[in-house]
């Protein structure tokens, strides 16, 4: 991977996790420059210093340790970059173990049995195209409030709409995570959008759904009433636990409130000339839930859209040439075909008991925060301001585990989890991009390069809100970070929303550097300290089995994150990995803007020193070390003959 061009000073934050095993007593933080490391305690220790002014670090690895984990930690926060083909600039790292032994040579160690990421059984369905949409809505021209401003409303009352309605959506479908697409046979186009018009219909109702399926699928691919009614009910229950997690569902004004409307010229219309906009009042207490086959072979799992909380003249004063809106509180999901290495699938068991569970609160959980966080805020105070996609995505993560009894952690989560361990170091946290496979690709080496919206990305947002939620307060933390409307500043991601949810007086950058040391300690070295550590429902290490479409079943085997592979290969999936080992020379790894490398120091009988510098971050450096007994040798995914 070629280094790209600066876009400034970076800021970095060196840590050192060290496993190892013997002693007693827990961690301890210091400052200064070069530390002595504390004999390890059976728990762990995790000890935080301060690097030298001219941007090195060192410390000691003790002849006890049994292994060690270099940190090295980019501490800027870049935002999420726009246009097709994104970048993020890289900086060179240098570091080495010495030990008094003879040199042995750079480790790089080969994975053996595991695929690469192409050849994986089933890559879990995704929503980019929310966080996609997310993006171009803050890049679009603002809505603007007229005060005082009425639009006539349309009575709805409690299951004002009955079942067998006939409904035409406007379901968007062409490309997403920031490849290039046009738009194919049957779709029509609207500015850099694709849509299709499906006829639906709708099939169920309950205490808060309205399930409209699309007129293709009742009848064909297995699905019966049954689904429908299912998903009725399971939303209903999503429902409750997620207004009480997050927030309301509708808004305290009624009749809901209008944005200023315009022609379709974008020429503002007179008052007296504004159109019905959707009631967004809860007079009708229902959440419409549009089940498509649109989206078949897309990886696209659902959508949420804001425009479809807006009537077509909110939306000409922003963008004339739109596509338009459903004029519903509503979000979109797909049917039960999926693409996996042996084929295209079809498996009603798999949507109905694993893909539409996850999907409902994901998507829920986008519709509850433009509606708390924008269109609220908007008519509130006037500072409505949608979150980045680092926080919004993740909320919609944790939310698939806040439906579950206990918050216990769903089978989509743990896949998301196990992506991003998997090459943790190509991920940028608050850009949302990584360094990764052509997501869109289905050959079997495909080309890498910068991605929005990646497996990676959405499984480092879940770990970071499940962090939050686990250290600090659980729902009270959401709660503060839906109330936050910190207004963002140019050219960088806003984290002002998470400083606010810890409300412990830490820095972004604080929490950042505590999030990914409890990574580094997964789970067994965090010397009992409660900042390091996730709630026992998420495992960093161990073995599990998930569902796979198709009736198959696969183990994902967690070893916490991983060593960097080898970016000198054009296919770093299937390169080999970099570690320190004692008197093995120097290693210069590529470290990714916002992202963290997280690099295998091996043990020394006599004991190692690990050192390190960023030259370009003189100044700008932190550097910690976390003790346990771990390695990160064994991460797989895949069938049990493989892991």
């Known amino acids: 991977?070629?280094?790209?061009?600066?876009?400034?000073?970076?800021?970095?934050?060196?840590?050192?996790?060290?496993?190892?095993?013997?002693?007693?007593?827990?961690?301890?933080?210091?400052?200064?420059?070069?530390?002595?490391?504390?004999?390890?305690?059976?728990?762990?220790?995790?000890?935080?210093?301060?690097?030298?002014?001219?941007?090195?670090?060192?410390?000691?690895?003790?002849?006890?340790?049994?292994?060690?984990?270099?940190?090295?930690?980019?501490?800027?926060?870049?935002?999420?970059?726009?246009?097709?083909?994104?970048?993020?600039?890289?900086?060179?790292?240098?570091?080495?173990?010495?030990?008094?032994?003879?040199?042995?040579?750079?480790?790089?160690?080969?994975?053996?049995?595991?695929?690469?990421?192409?050849?994986?059984?089933?890559?879990?369905?995704?929503?980019?195209?929310?966080?996609?949409?997310?993006?171009?809505?803050?890049?679009?021209?603002?809505?603007?409030?007229?005060?005082?401003?009425?639009?006539?409303?349309?009575?709805?009352?409690?299951?004002?709409?009955?079942?067998?309605?006939?409904?035409?959506?406007?379901?968007?479908?062409?490309?997403?995570?920031?490849?290039?697409?046009?738009?194919?046979?049957?779709?029509?186009?609207?500015?850099?959008?694709?849509?299709?018009?499906?006829?639906?219909?709708?099939?169920?109702?309950?205490?808060?759904a309205y399930v409209w399926v699309d007129d293709t699928l009742p009848g064909q691919d297995g699905f019966t009433q049954t689904d429908w009614d299912t998903v009725s009910t399971t939303f209903d229950n999503d429902f409750t636990r997620e207004t009480a997690a997050f927030a309301p569902a509708f808004l305290a004004a009624n009749p809901t409130p209008t944005y200023e409307q315009c022609d379709a010229s974008g020429t503002p219309l007179s008052q007296t000339s504004y159109q019905p906009v959707p009631d967004l009042s809860g007079n009708d207490p229902?959440?419409?839930?549009?089940?498509?086959?649109?989206?078949?072979?897309?990886?696209?799992?659902?959508?949420?859209?804001?425009?479809?909380?807006?009537?077509?003249?909110?939306?000409?004063?922003?963008?004339?040439?739109?596509?338009?809106s459903n004029q519903l509180p509503m979000f979109v999901i797909a049917g039960d075909t999926y693409v996996t290495t042996s084929g295209t699938v079809q498996d009603e068991t798999f949507w109905r008991t694993h893909d539409m569970p996850r999907s409902l609160p994901h998507e829920f959980q986008h519709y509850l925060h433009a509606l708390n966080k924008v269109i609220a805020a908007d008519f509130t105070a006037r500072n409505g301001e949608q979150d980045d996609a680092f926080i919004n995505e993740g909320s919609s993560m944790l939310a698939e585990d806040l439906v579950n009894p206990g918050n216990a952690q769903s089978d989509d989560t743990l896949e998301a989890e196990w992506w991003f361990l998997y090459q943790a170091g190509n991920n940028s946290l608050t850009?949302?991009?990584?360094?990764?496979?052509?997501?869109?690709?289905?050959?079997?080496?495909?080309?890498?390069?910068?991605?929005?919206?990646?497996?990676?990305?959405?499984?480092e947002s879940y770990l970071f809100l499940r962090y939050l939620y686990d250290r600090f307060g659980g729902d009270a933390m959401l709660h503060r970070?839906?109330?936050?409307?910190?207004?963002?500043?140019?050219?960088?991601?806003?984290?002002?929303?998470?400083?606010?949810?810890?409300?412990?007086?830490?820095?972004?950058?604080?929490?950042?550097?505590?999030?990914?040391?409890?990574?580094?300690?997964?789970?067994?070295?965090?010397?009992?300290?409660?900042r390091f550590q996730f709630s026992p429902a998420i495992a960093l290490t161990g073995k599990k089995s998930v569902s796979l479409p198709g009736g198959r079943q696969a183990d994902v085997v967690l070893d916490g994150p991983r060593s960097p592979e080898d970016f000198s290969s054009s296919s770093p999936g299937s390169a080999a990995r970099i570690k320190l080992t004692p008197g093995g020379g120097t290693i210069t790894p590529?470290?990714?803007?916002?992202?963290?490398?997280?690099?295998?120091?091996?043990?020394?009988?006599?004991?190692?020193?690990?050192?390190?510098?960023?030259?370009?971050?003189?100044?700008?450096?932190?550097?910690?070390?976390?003790?346990?007994?771990f390695d990160d040798n064994g991460a797989c995914y895949g069938p049990a003959p493989l892991c």
């Open 1 to 208: 991977m070629a280094s790209k061009v600066s876009f400034g000073m970076p800021m970095l934050l060196f840590a050192l996790a060290l496993a190892g095993c013997g002693g007693g007593g827990g961690g301890s933080v210091q400052n200064g420059g070069i530390l002595p490391t504390p004999a390890p305690p059976a728990q762990g220790a995790v000890t935080q210093i301060s690097p030298t002014a001219t941007g090195g670090f060192s410390s000691t690895l003790q002849s006890t340790s049994e292994n060690g984990t270099l940190v090295i930690e980019s501490a800027e926060t870049p935002a999420e970059p726009t246009g097709n083909t994104p970048t993020l600039p890289e900086y060179a790292v240098s570091a080495n173990e010495t030990a008094g032994i003879a040199a042995t040579g750079v480790l790089r160690t080969t994975r053996g049995a595991v695929p690469d990421t192409a050849q994986l059984p089933y890559r879990p369905r995704l929503d980019p195209r929310t966080a996609t949409l997310a993006l171009a809505d803050r890049a679009a021209s603002p809505l603007r409030i007229v005060p005082g401003a009425r639009a006539p409303q349309s009575v709805r009352r409690a299951s004002a709409l009955a079942v067998g309605t006939q409904k035409t959506f406007a379901i968007m479908t062409n490309a997403i995570t920031g490849v290039t697409g046009t738009c194919g046979s049957g779709q029509l186009s609207a500015g850099s959008s694709c849509y299709e018009n499906v006829s639906a219909h709708l099939l169920s109702v309950s205490q808060h």
């Open 286 to 324: 229902h959440i419409s839930i549009v089940i498509t086959a649109a989206l078949d072979g897309t990886g696209e799992g659902g959508y949420y859209a804001n425009k479809d909380l807006l009537n077509d003249e909110e939306l000409n004063c922003s963008n004339p040439d739109h596509v338009p």
């Open 431 to 459: 850009a949302f991009t990584a360094y990764a496979a052509d997501p869109l690709s289905t050959a079997p080496n495909p080309p890498y390069g910068f991605y929005r919206n990646t497996a990676g990305s959405y499984g």
């Open 590 to 629: 590529q470290l990714i803007q916002g992202a963290t490398l997280f690099v295998n120091a091996a043990p020394s009988s006599s004991g190692a020193t690990v050192t390190g510098s960023v030259t370009t971050a003189a100044g700008k450096l932190g550097a910690s070390f976390v003790q346990g007994a």
């Open 481 to 530: 970070l839906y109330a936050d409307q910190s207004p963002r500043t140019a050219g960088t991601a806003n984290t002002d929303p998470v400083v606010a949810a810890a409300a412990n007086g830490e820095t972004f950058l604080q929490i950042y550097g505590d999030f990914v040391t409890t990574l580094a300690a997964r789970g067994v070295a965090t010397g009992g300290d409660a």
